[in-house]
């Protein structure tokens, strides 16, 4: 079975262009998260979608943050325009019940 | 507000020493208590988790963790540590009316030869 898959690895970025990070959740799980980690810091809770519908997106920093998950398949989140400050690891996880797997990331780095 | 308190951003040990890395959480009710571990250049994996039941939980690669409700703790241990257990440790707790996970900062494990 295919684990949850990150798009892409690594991205570098100049400060006011546009990024979209994708995320491949395993096949059947409704539940998809999106995660942030800031260099230095913990994790943080950016969104939760339940199918196609946002459940929670208290997590999202302001509204440069663009999240969707099109027909609750794969999510999309696109920043734009990007700041120095979101540079971090941003990590996609699914499920179906209480344990979330995790893809491998995507490092984003804004010059 | 929840929160998890990861002690030490580093702890080192030796080849085939007790390993313990400590995770105390804030919670007015009940948590779901995962220990996460990321190894370089890999995503997270989960390591073991306590939802209900049994406080002592076995997880994989020969780690387990006690919850103990009285001291809000859920501290990761294996008994002896190997050169492959190097790698970065999160603890996180989540409530069972909302499925956003919690973190604490992550604790580096650095194994000495």
């Given at each position: 079975e295919a684990g949850v898959t990150q798009f892409p690895s690594h991205s570098v970025i100049e400060k006011g262009q546009t990024v979209t990070l994708r995320c491949d959740p395993i096949s059947g799980h409704d539940n998809l998260y999106w995660y942030r980690r800031v260099m230095g810091k913990e994790i943080k809770f950016l969104l939760h979608f339940v199918k196609e519908s946002?459940?929670?997106?208290?997590?999202?920093?302001?509204?440069r943050f663009l999240a969707e998950r099109t027909g609750g398949t794969y999510s999309t989140l696109k920043v734009?325009?990007?700041?120095?400050?979101?540079?971090g690891v941003y990590f996609c996880a699914s499920s179906q019940f209480s344990e979330q797997y995790f893809g491998p990331g995507t490092r984003l780095t804004v010059t | 507000a929840q929160s998890v308190t990861q002690l030490g951003s580093h702890v080192s040990v030796s080849e085939g020493a007790l390993v313990l890395l400590r995770c105390n959480y804030s919670s007015s009710v009940p948590p779901y208590l995962f220990w996460y571990v990321q190894y370089p250049n890999q995503g997270l994996q989960l390591l073991l988790k306590y939802t209900t039941g049994a406080t002592l939980v076995k997880g994989i690669n020969g780690f387990e963790a006690e919850f103990k409700k009285s001291e809000t703790s859920f501290h990761l241990t294996k008994p002896s540590a190997h050169m492959s257990d190097a790698a970065e440790y999160f603890c996180a707790v989540r409530r069972d009316s909302n499925y956003q996970l919690i973190w604490g900062a992550g604790t580096k494990l650095i194994i000495k030869p």
């Open positions: 946002k459940q929670d997106e208290s997590g999202m920093p302001n509204n734009q325009p990007a700041e120095l400050e979101d540079s | -």
